[in-house]
């Protein structure tokens, strides 16, 4: 089993800045595709972005954050991470962790594994 944890949710102002890390477990970390999704209150789960297997080469975003988060991976530290600069209100949302040990190529579709996930709002 993999096990996701995120940190470095909070509240920021419209126009701020925040980095959230996932730590994962398995001594394979290097092999899973990783991403980010979030879910705003009485709405669906969406993707966010994603980052590929290995060097990390290959990512993926959804286009409203596109220019304003990116995505990474530390594969010594078995962490990702998502920065995300200029925050707006609608992206106010819990942001979740998910990893895909299948080494297919990166898509949005995500994986079986999940984090708890980690509230950020964003004030206006």
């Known amino acids: 089993q993999v096990q996701l944890v995120e940190s470095g949710g909070g509240l920021v102002q419209a126009g701020g800045s925040l980095r959230l890390s996932c730590a994962a477990s398995?001594?394979?970390?290097?092999?899973?595709?990783m991403a980010w999704f979030r879910q705003a209150s009485g709405k669906e789960r969406e993707f966010v972005a994603g980052?590929?297997?290995?060097?990390?080469?290959?990512?993926l975003y959804e286009d409203s954050v596109k220019g304003r988060f990116t995505i990474s991976r530390d594969n010594a530290k078995n962490t990702v991470y998502l920065q995300m600069n200029s925050l707006k209100p609608e992206d106010t949302a819990v942001y979740y962790c998910?990893?895909?040990?299948?080494?297919?190529?990166?898509?949005?579709?995500?994986?079986?594994?999940w984090g708890q996930g980690t509230q950020v709002t964003v004030s206006s």
């Open positions: 980052i590929g297997w290995r060097s990390g080469r290959d990512t």
């Open positions: 998910n990893a895909d040990p299948s080494r297919r190529r990166l898509a949005n579709t995500g994986g079986a594994y």
């Open positions: 398995g001594r394979t970390f290097s092999t899973y595709n």
